[in-house]
């Protein structure tokens, strides 16, 4: 980072210091020849600091950080930016048209792609073209998600702990958990953080929705993650009242229905369940006969099923474990006891 401002470059296009620049880039065509482009906005500030970038919609029909990202891009003020924003509110176009989480067809899933290659397949072509000119000139970069369709999740960051630059934005996003794993192979915010871009995921709310409270929340986030990089100067970095970093989980941790029916759920996401409480009852339409989950150990409940509807072997909530410690702490900031939730 120089201690001048620099233009900020990608295929042939160039913004200057203290110019913003709205565009809409071809990342790859349709099947009547059309561009597919994504959306994307370069604030480059008056003034020298790091570039960051600002990513939704990997998966077509995750829409809350649609929001996030297009808030920060036109109705913030960009005055006294130091350094550069790249937002890019819409990576999936094909996922978004169809308010789909997948590209339509062969290798679907576009943060399996990243960082993509030339000459390749559909999803590796859109993924390089987006890779190498908007994510790789950057320092650092935020990717919002929600859950899958019919499920929800806790407000929560997904980073590789075990990276410096990662864990470091991460802390100063502000969430209270942390999902700690370097994620899988393809996956935008591991192929980025490996090549030397600390990203971090961030997990919020459900699909096909704004959910206008989780929005919020993630702007505070951005602030603070600008605070402690000295994007925005006048902000201060925010400490969210209690943080647990959770290592070693897996998707493998959602509990599944051993029966099939109606699913009653006794809790929200987020909430703190302890060892042997009931989180759900399934039952039949008839209500005369439930199959009752309990907690098995005492643990977060990071994400929960929606739609309440149940066959024997699908996911109830992504159910993880909390360490005693951790158990305590929580209780003590949320006023969240065994009593006053059994
Ligand atoms: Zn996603």
Redesign the pocket.
Known sequence: MSDQPEPFTYDGGRVEPGETQQLRYAVSETYLGDPVRIPVTIINGPRPGPTAFLSAA??GD?LNGIEVVREVAQEWNHTDVCGAIVCLPVLNVQGFTAQERYLPIYERDL?RAFPGKQNSTSSNRIAHSIYHNFIAPCDFGLDF??STRGRTNMFHVRADMDDEGAARLARAFGTNLIMAGEGSSGMLRREATEDGIPTITLEMGEAHRFERELIDHALDGVRSVFAEYGIYQQETVRWPGWRTVIEGWSEKTWLRADAGGIVEMRHERGDLVHDGETICRITNPFKSDATVVEAPFTGLLVGVLENPVVYPGNPLCHFVKIEEMQERIIEERTGQTHESTA
């Open positions: 990997i998966h995750e943060n998600h929600t």
